[in-house]
Each structure stands twice: as structure tokens, then as C-alpha cells.
């Protein structure tokens, strides 16, 4: 007797759009871990030590090895310069975190230039637009 039973172990899961408590909680902890290293520790860095850095969000992988932070310098100036000074001391940061976060393995950092202030503020001229 065989079995009428098809079997597709090539078919993708929908990756899901909503993040895990686990992964929100730990992603706001390094937001706040990153955040502190970058303000108290001294990386001999120009483009690092004349800006100020604010960390919007962190974005993690859920199996929690990857993190995408998403930054952006203030006033968004020199935005390249930072995004590729913070990509340089990744692993100095990764170092830095390790010993205070409660996790087996620290996550991989990869910094992007967070574009949601640029996106709502077109929204936001175009909304004006619609008014007058």
C-alpha cells in the first residue's frame, strides 16, 4: 500500500511581520546598551566623537545572531562618515556588550541610516500641500 500523501520540503514559510517579546525586549536592551557605549566609551574616532548619534531602533533576526541598528546622526549631517566609523568598531561595541547582556551568543551589528524622519517629513509636506 502507498501512501497518496505529497510532500513539498521545498516550500517556504511566510516570514512573519510581528516581532516576539523575546525579540523586542532584547533589541530594546541593546538599543540602550549601544547607546551607552557610544556615550561614555572613547573610540578615537572623529566622525564618532563630533556627533551625536541617536539609536532609533534595533532590528533583531529571530534567532537573535543579527541585529540591524538603525541610526541617525543629528541634524543628519555627515551621514555616510558615522554609518561607516560605527560599521568599523562593530566588534569593539560587540565586545563592549557582551558583558552586560545575558545572552550566549552577543549578535552580529550591522548599522543602517534610519530613513523613517526623511519618509514622514515628505508626508508631512505633502499634507501641507493638500491644505492650501
Not at 502507498?2 to 517579546?21: C, D, G
Not at 533589541?27 to 564618532?48: C, K, M, P, W
Request: no cysteine; hydrophobic share 35%; glycine share 4%.
Amino acid at each position: 500500500m502507498t501512501s497518496n500523501f505529497l510532500f513539498n520540503s521545498k516550500k517556504k514559510l511566510k516570514k512573519s511581520t510581528f516581532k516576539s517579546q523575546r525579540q523586542l525586549k532584547v533589541g530594546e536592551e541593546l538599543r540602550h546598551l549601544i547607546s551607552n557605549a557610544l556615550l561614555r566609551e572613547s573610540f578615537y574616532d572623529e566622525h564618532i566623537k563630533n556627533n551625536n548619534i541617536t539609536i532609533t531602533e534595533v532590528d533583531l533576526s529571530p534567532d537573535l545572531k543579527n541585529a540591524k541598528v538603525f541610526v541617525m546622526p543629528l541634524g543628519g549631517k555627515n551621514k555616510l562618515d558615522v554609518l561607516n566609523s560605527l560599521n568599523k568598531i562593530t566588534s569593539r561595541l560587540k565586545k563592549i556588550i557582551s558583558n552586560s547582556i545575558g545572552l550566549r551568543q552577543t549578535p552580529n551589528l550591522s548599522f543602517k541610516i534610519d530613513e523613517t524622519f526623511e519618509y514622514a517629513k515628505n508626508i508631512y509636506d505633502i499634507l501641507e500641500k493638500i491644505k492650501k
